[in-house]
């Protein structure tokens, strides 16, 4: 594995290493993000760098680094990896600290980044799509910040994998959230819905980018609630992530989803982000 960045320096993953009273380790105390790399260039890097600002705003922690820093830092991650398509994971936490719930004073903030090569979806899940499974949404109520408490995302995924399935839906209240580790779209009488942005989901990167693909494409779309049932009854159903792109789900709590196969819509999405990678 190529260097990561460890609290101002480049080393090998294995001396990386974080004293346990880390509160990132002892609270899930941290916010983190997730950024696609497509021919050494990432993907949508302000926006990344935005909202690793509104998650730490939202968890009151001060910045500990310019946008400008942010990017030079990522720029010589890339650099130092081999493959040319990659993953950058940037993380947080509210720094070391005696065992205390409430914030430390005076404490430095660590901050962790590393890359890996991003391997594309396996081709059967576009050609195929995959299963999803439901479940009610257990999680807490600020979604919308991308913190790195995800235990609930964590049994949730693999109450997905435990049913041979690949993305678990989430229900809150009769409505549809997300996946528990990506955004959710469905396809219903033609046209795309977004589940509305608000605090049960977080405002993915890649969902602005295919609601932004179909308003300039003219496919018609709306953000808009999105209830179970109408879930039930969509046409298509797809996920999308920084790390998966866009992925058909053709299967839904065993059920076929519409035709059971992947649908246009999804499958006009999928080739119009691939403009974003290679623009
Ligand atoms: N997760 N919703 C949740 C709960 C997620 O964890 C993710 C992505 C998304 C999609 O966001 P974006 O398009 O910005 O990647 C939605 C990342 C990839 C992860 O945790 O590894």
């Not at 990017?71 to 600290?97: F, H, K, M, N, P």
Request: aromatic share 8%; with cysteine; hydrophobic share 40%.
């Amino acid at each position: 594995m190529s260097d990561v960045y460890l609290n101002g320096q480049f080393m090998p993953l294995e001396q990386a290493t974080v004293p346990v009273l880390d509160r990132g380790f002892i609270f899930g105390d941290g916010v983190y993000e997730v950024i696609p790399v497509y021919n050494r260039i990432p993907l949508a890097l302000d926006r990344h760098l935005r909202r690793l600002e509104y998650s730490l705003d939202g968890i009151r922690m001060a910045h500990p680094m310019t946008p400008e820093a942010w990017r030079t830092l990522i720029l010589e991650l890339i650099a130092r990896e081999s493959s040319a398509d990659q993953s950058v994971y940037l993380q947080v936490t509210r720094g070391v600290a005696p065992r205390d719930h409430a914030f430390p004073q005076g404490v430095a903030p660590t901050v962790f980044a590393m890359t890996k090569p991003l391997t594309p979806p396996p081709a059967s899940w576009i050609r195929d799509g995959v299963s999803a499974i439901t479940h009610a949404d257990f999680r807490w109520l600020r979604c919308d910040l991308k913190t790195t408490s995800l235990l609930a995302n964590v049994l949730l995924r693999q109450l997905a994998v435990d049913a041979g399935a690949t993305e678990c839906l989430l229900i809150r209240d009769g409505f549809l959230t997300e996946g528990a580790a990506s955004n959710t779209f469905i396809v219903l009488d033609g046209c795309l819905l977004a589940p509305t942005r608000n605090r049960l989901l977080l405002p993915g990167i890649t969902y602005d980018l295919v609601l932004e693909a179909a308003a300039s494409h003219g496919i018609p779309h709306e953000e808009r609630p999105v209830t179970e049932a109408e879930l039930r009854r969509a046409e298509e159903v797809m996920m999308t992530s920084s790390t998966r792109e866009i992925v058909p789900i053709t299967r839904l709590d065993g059920v076929p989803v519409g035709k059971g196969r992947p649908g246009p819509v999804t499958m006009r999405l999928l080739n119009l982000y691939q403009e974003y990678k290679w623009p």
